[in-house]
């Protein structure tokens, strides 16, 4: 076989290579990315402590309701507990009931706002767990999938290079540092098909000599404007 002929197996095999290598590098980006996991645990831990905040609200708007009928009960017990009391005193205390009981509805309005923005709260924490938890199963099934892929890929990329190294031996040591410096130079593809008389990477037209030249086995032909290996 001529040295071009193994230089387009040789690019054939590393073109699939280097694909088998792209592919790990983003499955091993994608194994270690946890923001996704992250954000939801960070808005699951911000929702409970707005649950905390809530029910200590709650809790305090209720105390004050119930502090607040407390001094009504004494206020009653004083104006009707049986004690003597002077027309004046029996006045303020009927104002003060009338007082009491004006505040002790604006704080019934404020326990139940308490109460409506504490439900809000246990549903909106309900539910950020609720997504944490899916989040993380839909990580670890990706995760699943992406060991699995990363097993085979790994297990080609070692058959390849299993390959290469049979390929690579009859291939003169001046024509494979040729080819390994046009890959590094040339985005990985050192060597391209001709193709309706014309260099299929860049696209360039060759001369019929050219052309010709390229189908010879015996001769290595570059491509006038890429500098690529042809072969037809
Ligand atoms: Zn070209």
Do not use: W
Not at 130 to 156: F, I
Not at 175 to 192: N, P
């Amino acid at each position: 076989m001529s040295q071009v002929r193994h230089l387009v197996q040789l690019q054939l095999l590393d073109t699939q290579l280097d694909q088998a290598k792209k592919r790990l590098a983003e499955i091993e980006v994608a194994l270690n990315d946890h923001s996704a996991v992250r954000q939801a645990a960070v808005r699951s831990e911000k929702a409970a402590k707005a649950l905390l905040e809530a029910r200590l609200a709650l809790k305090r708007a209720e105390q004050n309701v119930e502090v607040q009928q407390e001094k009504i009960d004494r206020n009653q017990k004083a104006l009707y507990g049986g004690t003597k009391k002077s027309p004046k005193e029996l006045e303020d205390l009927q104002m003060e009931a009338g007082a009491l009981r004006r505040y002790l509805s604006v704080l019934e309005d404020r326990q139940l706002d308490a109460m409506l923005a504490f439900e809000e709260a246990e549903a909106a924490s309900t539910t950020a767990d609720q997504r944490l938890s899916e989040v993380k199963e839909k990580v670890a099934a990706e995760n699943v999938d992406l060991g699995a892929e990363q097993r085979a890929l790994l297990a080609q990329a070692a058959d390849l290079e299993a390959r290469r190294e049979k390929i690579v031996s009859p291939i003169a040591p001046d024509m494979l540092a040729k080819y390994g410096q046009l890959r590094r130079t040339r985005m990985g593809v050192a060597v391209s098909e001709v193709k309706d008389g014309g260099c299929s990477v860049c696209g360039a037209n060759l001369s019929a000599a050219q052309a010709q030249a390229a189908r010879s086995p015996s001769k290595i032909v570059y491509c006038e404007v890429c500098g690529r290996i042809l072969y037809a």
